[in-house]
């Protein structure tokens, strides 16, 4: 634990900065960030809502509005509403992935920002304007542009908490799909001006950015029953799966840095003025990735044991997660687990990375659009009725949802 909030401390040669948010009451963010896409790079630079990150001003990452009384921490990063807010658990996030060199892996529970990027012009007067989708995609546009090897790695639920169908989830899920879907549009752009310039690249979007979920299965023989005494209980008892939650919020970046926490990826978690949240990040100042390769140490180790119990393997390829043997043997593991989890007889999986249930399709030399997943019936989560890309209800305000 850290003395006092400005504190940082090393132990056993680790260091530890503390991320902390706490919000006094739930205000209406009533400023929105007007970029273009154009030149999205320097409108982010410009907004009123963004502020350029250096090195001092992520000793502490936490997140803090006053409503009354004087706020005693040394550093207040933005004014909401007349108030000072800590916002830095977002400034952090946006920080590392800047420096970012070979790879980010991400678990969150929620995975939606930059609706300024979001296909449907008028979505993007939604305020969910966090700025970790963009600066990821950024990041991989970067690298393809250089030529460069790099690749994210996102675990989200197969559908957020709640019945897939209901008009609340289905709310959530449209607004991830709206993020999702402009990140792999960018990429998918960037990939095809680096192929105009360079004759014989034949790259595709899944060589840099990727999501995936967990599920599991059960064979009758593993585990027996009761009595089924609903008709949800009588599907279970047929089909004998279900999706692993992921409730985990963590960002991992080059084996360097390790961000975990209780913020998610959204406007909530992330505005300073909604949710309070806490976030530690972790790393050690003699472990540092360079330009060629990531520190094999501590971080690199947890992040190793993770992949191992997602995958049930341990192999040598994730080493390096930037490399494409890397990249194709999770998604060779994800397709593997899918087939698995859709097929009508129920077997036990001791392996539960799965595919995200959408998938980006280019079809005609188009810019390219998420799609339910081959194989989903009617384009629904198994065993429901939820849709995969999700439905806005307008009745319920965004800032709920978002």
Request: glycine share 6%.
């Amino acid at each position: 634990m850290l003395d006092s909030p400005g504190a940082l401390q090393k132990e056993g040669g680790y260091c530890a900065q503390t991320s902390r948010s706490i919000d006094g009451r739930v205000n209406y963010f009533d400023r929105s960030v007007r970029q273009t896409e154009k030149n999205l790079r320097t409108s982010l630079m410009a907004s009123s809502a963004w502020q350029i990150v250096d090195e001092p001003n992520t000793e502490l990452s936490r997140r803090f509005e006053s409503t009354s009384g004087k706020i005693d921490f040394t550093r207040v990063l933005d004014y909401k509403k007349g108030r000072p807010v800590d916002s830095s658990i977002h400034t952090t996030m946006i920080h590392h992935i800047r420096r970012a060199k070979h790879f980010i892996y991400i678990e969150s529970q929620y995975f939606m920002g930059s609706s300024f990027m979001w296909s449907n012009s008028s979505d993007r007067k939604v305020r969910c304007n966090n700025l970790v989708p963009a600066e990821i995609t950024l990041k991989i546009c970067s690298k393809i542009a250089a030529g460069e090897k790099f690749s994210v790695y996102i675990l989200l639920p197969m559908w957020p908490e709640g019945v897939a169908g209901s008009k609340q989830v289905q709310d959530i899920i449209y607004w991830q799909r709206s993020t999702i879907e402009s990140m792999f549009k960018k990429v998918h752009a960037a990939l095809v001006q680096r192929m105009q310039q360079s004759i014989g690249e034949n790259s595709k979007c899944s060589d840099y950015l990727n999501f995936y979920c967990l599920g599991t299965r059960e064979a009758p023989s593993t585990i027996r029953l009761g009595i089924p005494s609903s008709k949800d209980e009588r599907i279970l008892a047929l089909i004998r799966r279900h999706q692993v939650y992921v409730h985990s919020k963590m960002m991992i970046v080059d084996d360097e840095v390790a961000c975990i926490g209780s913020a998610n990826i959204n406007q909530r978690s992330l505005d300073g003025c909604r949710d309070s949240e806490i976030m530690t990040t972790y790393w050690h100042e003699d472990h540092l990735a360079t330009d060629e390769s990531i520190p094999h140490h501590d971080i690199h180790g947890y992040r190793l044991h993770i992949w191992a119990s997602l995958t049930g393997l341990m192999d040598n390829s994730f080493r390096n997660p930037s490399d494409r043997e890397c990249v194709k043997l999770m998604n060779s593991i994800a397709s593997r687990n899918w087939e698995i989890y859709l097929a009508e007889e129920p077997v036990d999986m001791t392996s539960h990375l799965l595919p995200s249930p959408f998938e980006f399709i280019v079809e005609n030399g188009n810019e390219g659009e998420l799609r339910p997943r081959r194989g989903l019936y009617k384009g629904r989560f198994p065993d429901t009725h939820g849709n995969v890309l999700g439905a806005r209800w307008k009745l319920l305000p965004e800032m709920l949802t978002t």
